[in-house]
């Protein structure tokens, strides 16, 4: 018995080795008990869960598996600062970690804190919606809601939020702590740039309201800055009127030079889509055939010759928002929208289908997934932004050398006007007004050893980045993910300064948001 104990002690070491970034603390049951204990006591409107919490130990990325201590369900906001002060009150006699969780979108880890408290956000439902429909319209929320909650509810008073991420059934706390992109950003930019006000509580469990005229310090900070200085728990966010309808378009390029010309110079008009999107196809057989139930083609007899079979092609993806009753006056401007692109001809795809369900897009692929068990897999994805002036040189040396398909996953690319987004933020970006955001958003097969097979694909990833670094690229990762303190100071670079203040000011301890793996909890354990 003594020997299968010692084995089994051995086993779990060798796990939280391969794991982890920095040593962490054997997980004993008397360390379990100690959080219990300190914990149980405390006044709150929700609940703590201390068993069947192994849901919080996993993510989308699926690929780190880090369990807490506890999961706190909490009711209202007094919920969460009143666990973190008490955790900042006990100073350096604990090493617990609180993380808050949204709907468990991360892709490595970022939401989980290894025996420590996660903050399942979307129990949090204070305050309810409410929105204002004066001349400048807005939402408050709890941070806990989804943005697809949001679009249902706005819709019926005729507004919408302006930006958007490509999937909706993320938190407003979770995409609001990374920037929140998407075909809009170009002109409205991300995600936090349409934020009025946001509730906090920091790393003290002290709440705080914020935005550009009161506590703008932590206001900026907390935008894009990863969970690091505190938990977002209420949100104002900026609404428009909505559209009804959308006319989407898809059409493909075979010349990387004309494809990006072409994005960029509708990113730049005046007058252009409401939307602006694109993706790489690469060796890929029978897409335009896939695309055929959902999309008409302008000119069927045509498109039959083109073959998409061992190239590398570019698909422009975009859209136009409009009423029914302005059909007529949206289809004029698309023809003339069209009239001054390069494209190939023969492959203009064209749907109309209602605002909702084009914001609401991925979802449906996500269900076909989620039917044929493709979904709960790991994503080891790669989110990179891209300076302009380098973009022609990575696309030169990625697609199609380092990359021979797109057969595991899309690979999205398109521009965004960096002179659209607000000054301030934590959200790290390249130094050119434009850049590209390119996301690889591949899905490994479970078990395989093959080129489906979560190593294959991070070996991809890892050519794309050491490319990156020895180019001289000037990249920036989007959803970034270092395992060091040094390299997290690179990707910094010059606002770490800045950073590393905001977390001394207001999360002291490094209590908070442990996955980033950006900064060490403050505790007994390190002073020994």
């Not at 949090?124 to 806990?144: E, I, K, N, Y």
């Not at 068990?373 to 040396?397: C, M, R, T």
Request: some cysteine; charged content about 20%.
């Amino acid at each position: 018995m003594l020997l299968r104990f010692l084995i089994f002690i051995l086993g779990i070491c060798s796990i939280n080795r391969s794991n982890l970034c920095c040593n962490q603390p054997f997980a004993t049951p008397s360390s379990f008990l100690v959080v219990q204990s300190s914990l149980k006591p405390l006044k709150i409107e929700g609940y703590f869960s201390f068993k069947n919490i192994d849901h919080a130990a996993k993510d989308f990325g699926n690929r780190y598996h880090f369990r807490p201590s506890a999961v706190l369900y909490p009711k209202a906001v007094s919920d969460i600062s009143s666990t973190v002060k008490h955790i900042f009150d006990m100073g350096t006699t604990t090493d617990l970690t609180v993380a808050a969780r949204g709907h468990g979108h991360s892709l490595e880890g970022q939401a989980q804190a290894y025996q420590g408290v996660v903050i399942s956000m979307e129990s949090l439902r204070v305050p309810a919606m409410h929105f204002h429909t004066g001349d400048l319209p807005f939402v408050d929320v709890s941070a806990g809601q989804l943005w697809i909650n949001i679009l249902h509810e706005s819709l019926k008073l005729g507004l919408t939020p302006k930006s958007w991420t490509d999937y909706l059934h993320l938190t407003v706390g979770g995409t609001l702590s990374n920037a929140g992109i998407s075909g809009q950003a170009f002109k409205h930019g991300p995600q936090i740039n349409n934020v009025y006000q946001l509730e906090v509580v920091t790393g003290k469990g002290e709440v705080i309201t914020c935005s550009e005229e009161k506590n703008a310090d932590l206001f900026y900070g907390v935008l894009g800055g990863l969970g690091q200085f505190g938990i977002i728990t209420r949100a104002r966010i900026a609404l428009q009127p909505a559209p009804k309808k959308v006319k989407w378009i898809r059409v493909l390029y075979s010349d990387f030079s004309t494809f990006s010309n072409d994005q960029e110079h509708l990113i730049s008009s005046k007058d252009s889509f409401d939307y602006v999107e694109g993706f790489v196809i690469i060796n890929r057989t029978g897409m335009l055939n896939n695309w055929r139930s959902t999309f008409n083609l302008k000119d069927p007899l045509l498109a039959r010759k083109f073959s998409s079979e061992g190239k590398v092609l570019y698909c422009l993806e975009v859209a136009k928002y409009f009423n029914p009753e302005e059909t007529t006056n949206t289809d004029q401007n698309i023809v003339v929208l069209l009239s001054k692109l390069n494209y190939i001809e023969s492959t203009l795809f064209q749907s109309e289908v209602s605002y909702v369900e084009f914001l609401d897009r991925v979802h449906v692929s996500e269900m076909k997934l989620q039917e044929k068990g493709l979904w709960d897999v790991p994503h080891p994805w790669l989110n990179l932004l891209i300076p302009k002036s380098k973009i022609h040189y990575f696309a030169q040396e990625v697609f199609g050398k380092i990359l021979n398909d797109t057969s595991h996953g899309p690979i999205l690319i398109y521009p965004v006007n960096k002179s659209k987004w607000i000054k301030g933020t934590s959200m790290v970006t390249p130094q050119e007004d434009i850049m590209y955001l390119i996301a690889f958003l591949s899905s490994a097969i479970p078990s395989s050893t093959g080129k489906d097979g979560q190593e294959h694909i991070l070996n991809k990833n890892k050519k794309i980045l050491n490319f990156c670094e020895k180019a001289h690229i000037g990249m920036k990762q989007y959803l970034p993910h270092y395992t060091t303190q040094e390299d997290w100071k690179v990707h910094f670079g010059p606002q770490w300064e800045t950073f590393a203040r905001r977390k001394s000011t207001y999360d002291p301890m490094a209590i908070l948001a442990p996955g980033h793996r950006i900064f060490k909890r403050a505790s007994l354990l390190q002073q020994q």
